[in-house]
């Protein structure tokens, strides 16, 4: 029965997925802005309700166990962009393999993308020398806080100032087909647009919470420590808006939303949602923690190495695969 609700959970992501993506595109062309705002600000954030609402729910209205709450939400927190930066960008690229082959060009607009990693990568160094600062020093804890909020308001500000040029160099969102609610006879406005927005909104938020019920009782069937298990199967949940919608993007030849949905996201999960567990949970250097940030951040270098190079080729992203991979065999050998 729990397998079967955390089933249906993936599912009713799975649908939201599809419905927000394609309001999204169509609310992202109505109102002129660049694909890069598209991807990593509206859609990044849009399809990070789940996983920003896993970790609170479970620290401010979890289970009974406040221990359990805990790890819940530092394995949702941490989980998120580690899942991101490996396994979401591997079969983003994995799907267009056979069409575009091994060696094969990926060609997303390098200045997003370079600005949504440089923000990552800062901000989640932050995050990682956060782990070692002792409990004691409360005061400590919340200015690592405060500095990764800020960190995420000014790249807030500075990709949206850049979308006026990138919309005049042709990187203007643009929308494809008709909008669901518009196929079953709804007026094509803008108030239409954000009623299919919300309700895919409503059915990601309602899929993670549904999720987190059925976390305590599979951990104790598995026999896994409910952080392990927080790190490794929420974020698949969770993150499966973001994993889609890239996939979807990238097979139509959308690389820079592609993309950005995902850098984006990791760049609202490697400021916000670190700042909410540094604060509210012990955010400690266990092992599982220390091998899942130093896993994260290697692969996110290993991307914006490529950006800087200029050339991004499909076989080079399997290495993000191949990460993920060693970050299991370390948790669970």
């Not at 392990?228 to 808006?241: F, K, M, N, R, V």
């Not at 290697?298 to 991307?303: D, F, N, R």
């Amino acid at each position: 029965m729990i397998f079967a609700t955390l089933l249906l959970m993936l599912i009713v992501i799975l649908i939201a997925a599809e419905v927000f993506t394609n309001a999204l595109e169509h609310l992202g062309e109505r109102i002129g802005i660049s694909e890069g705002v598209t991807g990593s600000l509206f859609a990044a954030v849009g399809t990070a309700l789940p996983e920003t609402s896993v970790p609170l729910l479970a620290l401010l209205a979890g289970t009974s166990n406040t221990q359990t709450n805990e790890e819940i939400g530092v394995g949702a927190i941490l989980g998120a962009p580690l899942m991101l930066s490996t396994l979401s960008l591997f079969l983003m690229t994995f799907s267009v393999w056979k069409r575009r082959g091994a060696q094969g060009h990926l060609r997303p607009e390098r200045t997003g993308l370079s600005r949504d990693l440089n923000f990552f990568i800062a901000a989640f160094a932050f995050a990682t020398m956060a782990l070692f600062v002792p409990h004691t020093q409360v005061a400590v804890r919340f200015a690592f806080g405060f500095v990764m909020v800020m960190i995420y308001f000014v790249y807030v500000m500075l990709t949206i100032r850049a979308s006026k040029g990138l919309v005049e160099d042709g990187h203007a969102t643009e929308a494809e087909g008709d909008m669901f609610l518009c196929r079953i006879g709804l007026p094509d406005n803008i108030l239409v647009v954000m009623l299919q927005l919300f309700i895919g909104l409503g059915l990601l938020v309602g899929g993670a919470k549904g999720f987190i019920y059925g976390v305590e009782g599979a951990a104790q069937l598995l026999g896994i420590s409910t952080l392990l298990l927080s790190l490794l199967i929420i974020p698949i949940a969770t993150e499966l808006p973001e994993k889609v919608n890239s996939i979807l993007w990238i097979r139509k030849g959308k690389d820079t939303l592609a993309f950005g949905n995902i850098t984006g996201a990791m760049v609202f999960q490697g400021t916000l949602l670190p700042a909410i567990g540094i604060m509210l949970t012990p955010w400690e250097p266990r092992t599982e923690v220390l091998a899942g940030v130093v896993v994260t951040m290697l692969a996110a270098l290993w991307l914006r190495y490529l950006v800087f190079r200029g050339d991004i080729r499909v076989k080079q992203l399997f290495l993000n695969g191949l990460l993920y991979l060693v970050y299991l065999w370390i948790v669970l050998a």
